[in-house]
């Protein structure tokens, strides 16, 4: 599998990752798979690939996400860079949902660890996986297939949906706002609001920025192109840009936040009529900065 090499990945991490991961199961699905023929039965013909997504390695991979290997890979990896508990931290960005959301649509949604999550703990939703990677998108359709869930996956980006406004009222996002530039991961609040309906609600889990922003280290072992940016961001202060209320991130231990915010009703100024735990959770100043 074609990865980077003298970087902190391949001295560091790669070698650790070896010895925690039996890496012949992933050799024989890399190769039992045809890439080709399975990519182009999700890819979508009118997807060009914006230049920040497509010019980058991540994770010591090279092409990144549109490489096979990454979604190969990416689970027996995840499952390591999520402590205490992969599970844990993902069944965070679930509790943080208020209500029944009956339609949803998880962003930039990988191999469909959090979409899957959702569709369980949400039966009757129509949940929507979303991402660019069509590869990514394979291994998510086949673990959805697996665990007997319907879900819908497409090639598409998360700042240019193509659905309609106040579309669903569930939008989230896992572990995907450190993978964009800043300017982008605002156009996608943007376009969640779109597609939001009032009172719909926006999820985001991912790296705690705080605790990113302390540990300098951290974003360079993992090579991520834009996780420094991202550190020096505020999702809340994105959300509040936006147009969002009720704005809430919590700490998920110290390595992870969960973010959540209101799409605000029309008339009845920021009733939120989907729970009342929200005022319940602790919250974290807005700054003004963005
Ligand atoms: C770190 S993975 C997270 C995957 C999954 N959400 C999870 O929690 O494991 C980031 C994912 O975001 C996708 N991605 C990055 N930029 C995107 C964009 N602009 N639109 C849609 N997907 C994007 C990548 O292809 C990749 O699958």
Redesign the pocket.
């Known amino acids: 599998m074609a990865t980077t090499n003298n970087t902190l990945w391949s001295q560091f991490l790669k070698p650790v990752y070896q010895l925690l991961v039996d890496e012949k199961p992933l050799k024989d699905l890399y190769e039992s798979t045809d890439w080709d023929r399975e990519s182009d039965r999700l890819k979508n013909p009118n997807l060009v690939y914006?230049n920040y997504?497509s010019s980058q390695n991540f994770h010591g991979v090279n092409r990144g996400?549109l490489n096979p290997s990454a979604a190969v890979t990416?689970d027996s990896v995840?499952q390591y860079v999520l402590p205490p508990n992969e599970t844990w931290i993902?069944q965070e960005a679930i509790n943080a949902i208020g209500g029944r959301p009956r339609r949803i649509l998880?962003?930039?949604?990988?191999?469909g660890?959090?979409t899957i999550m959702l569709k369980q703990a949400f039966p009757n939703a129509e949940v929507i996986g979303?991402?660019?990677?069509p590869y990514?998108l394979i291994m998510a359709e086949r673990k959805a297939r697996q665990a007997g869930l319907e879900i819908q996956w497409l090639h598409?980006?998360?700042?240019a949906t193509s659905f309609p406004n106040n579309d669903f009222d569930l939008v989230t996002?896992?572990?995907?706002f450190h993978?964009?530039p800043p300017i982008?991961s605002q156009q996608?609040l943007q376009e969640t609001f779109r597609i939001l309906i009032p009172g719909g609600q926006v999820i985001i889990?991912d790296g705690n920025q705080k605790t990113l922003r302390e540990t300098s280290w951290l974003t360079e072992i993992f090579e991520e192109p834009y996780i420094r940016d991202y550190a020096l961001g505020n999702v809340d202060a994105w959300l509040g840009a936006t147009g969002f209320a009720s704005i809430r991130t919590n700490d998920v231990w110290w390595t992870n936040q969960v973010s959540r915010g209101l799409k605000p009703l029309p008339i009845q100024n920021n009733v939120n009529h989907f729970d009342t735990e929200i005022d319940t959770l602790d919250s974290r100043e807005v700054p003004a900065a963005i």
């Open positions: 914006p997504y996400y990416y995840t993902r998880d962003l930039g949604c990988g191999t660890s959090t979303l991402d660019l990677s990514m598409r980006k998360a700042e996002a896992s572990l995907l993978e964009t982008i996608i889990l």
